[in-house]
């Protein structure tokens, strides 16, 4: 269209300098031919640029239609993102408030395990002055009391309770049973484990009983069995076990060593079924 303006331009033109001058010289002639193939030239030049400017604006319009689209989808992405972080938040929140809530139940757990210990502790040291007071007179004849891992352990030398070789309780060792059960009975929430032990000399001569695993045992339940049927303790809190040699206090290379050796251990611990509670929870 515009090409089509110019030549009719350019004819008006020539039109009027052929009406003005009825002969043009060649000089002219040829500047008006140049003019017209210059405004020719220029006028495709503007085409071409035109052209390629509206292929540009569409490159254009397209890019920015797809830039537009990311733009969308990104802000799309960040708001799930940011929802996300929302929710992460607040259930950090809720997880904290839980941990917490754990932290102080346990710590709660913690200083009722502690307090039963307490309690525990102070009965065992308790009940160790009254058993001390009760066996005093026997302490020479090879009775003690001590209290280790928790517990009070009354240890008689078995010179104290049996003759030698023997699994019956003599006179001595009744008296002293006699006093203990005393104690035991006015503490129903001990429990009462007794053990034997003996050194490592072999057992001969010595009928029913065939070796130290045997004396052991068999000492252990005619002690038992005097606190349950003489002195009545209550044998539900009772266990008789034996040892044989295997726990020595001492070394069996000496007659003093065996002889701390061969004894009777009661063992006296007080009920934790409370603790035993606690821990379970």
């Given at each position: 269209m515009k090409r089509r303006i110019i030549l009719f331009l350019f004819s008006l033109l020539f039109a009027s300098a052929f009406s003005a001058c009825v002969v043009l010289s060649p000089q002219k002639y040829k500047s008006l031919l140049a003019?017209?193939?210059?405004?020719s030239l220029g006028l495709d030049q503007s085409q071409l640029k035109?052209?390629?400017?509206?292929?540009?604006?569409?490159?254009?319009?397209?890019?920015?239609?797809?830039?537009?689209a990311s733009l969308n989808d990104l802000r799309g992405k960040y708001a799930e993102i940011d929802d996300s972080y929302a929710k992460l938040k607040n259930n950090s929140s809720t997880e904290i408030n839980k941990l917490s809530q754990d932290l102080k139940k346990r710590e709660q757990r913690l200083k009722e395990v502690e307090e039963i210990l307490r309690k525990r502790d102070e009965a065992t040291n308790q009940l160790k002055e009254k058993l001390q007071q009760a066996l005093l007179g026997f302490t020479k004849s090879g009775l003690t009391v001590e209290i280790k891992n928790g517990k009070v352990y009354v240890s008689l030398m078995d010179k104290l309770l049996f003759p030698s070789g023997s699994i019956v309780?003599?006179?001595k060792g009744k008296q002293a049973l006699?006093?203990?059960?005393?104690?035991?009975?006015?503490?129903?929430e001990i429990n009462i484990a007794v053990?034997?032990?003996?050194?490592?000399?072999?057992?001969?001569?010595l009928g029913q009983i065939k070796d130290n695993w045997d004396l052991s045992v068999l000492r252990s339940?005619?002690?038992v069995r005097y606190l349950t049927e003489v002195a009545k303790v209550e044998g539900v809190r009772m266990t008789a076990t034996g040892k044989g040699e295997f726990q020595p206090l001492a070394q069996n290379s000496t007659a003093d060593g065996r002889s701390k050796n061969r004894?009777?251990?009661?063992?006296l611990s007080p009920k934790l079924d409370e603790l035993y509670d606690l821990i379970k929870q």
């Amino acid at each position: 269209m515009k090409r089509r303006i110019i030549l009719f331009l350019f004819s008006l033109l020539f039109a009027s300098a052929f009406s003005a001058c009825v002969v043009l010289s060649p000089q002219k002639y040829k500047s008006l031919l140049a003019k017209q193939d210059s405004l020719s030239l220029g006028l495709d030049q503007s085409q071409l640029k035109n052209e390629y400017l509206e292929d540009l604006i569409a490159r254009l319009k397209k890019d920015t239609t797809g830039l537009s689209a990311s733009l969308n989808d990104l802000r799309g992405k960040y708001a799930e993102i940011d929802d996300s972080y929302a929710k992460l938040k607040n259930n950090s929140s809720t997880e904290i408030n839980k941990l917490s809530q754990d932290l102080k139940k346990r710590e709660q757990r913690l200083k009722e395990v502690e307090e039963i210990l307490r309690k525990r502790d102070e009965a065992t040291n308790q009940l160790k002055e009254k058993l001390q007071q009760a066996l005093l007179g026997f302490t020479k004849s090879g009775l003690t009391v001590e209290i280790k891992n928790g517990k009070v352990y009354v240890s008689l030398m078995d010179k104290l309770l049996f003759p030698s070789g023997s699994i019956v309780i003599d006179e001595k060792g009744k008296q002293a049973l006699t006093q203990l059960a005393a104690v035991l009975k006015e503490q129903p929430e001990i429990n009462i484990a007794v053990e034997g032990h003996t050194d490592t000399q072999k057992i001969s001569n010595l009928g029913q009983i065939k070796d130290n695993w045997d004396l052991s045992v068999l000492r252990s339940t005619s002690v038992v069995r005097y606190l349950t049927e003489v002195a009545k303790v209550e044998g539900v809190r009772m266990t008789a076990t034996g040892k044989g040699e295997f726990q020595p206090l001492a070394q069996n290379s000496t007659a003093d060593g065996r002889s701390k050796n061969r004894r009777i251990e009661i063992v006296l611990s007080p009920k934790l079924d409370e603790l035993y509670d606690l821990i379970k929870q």
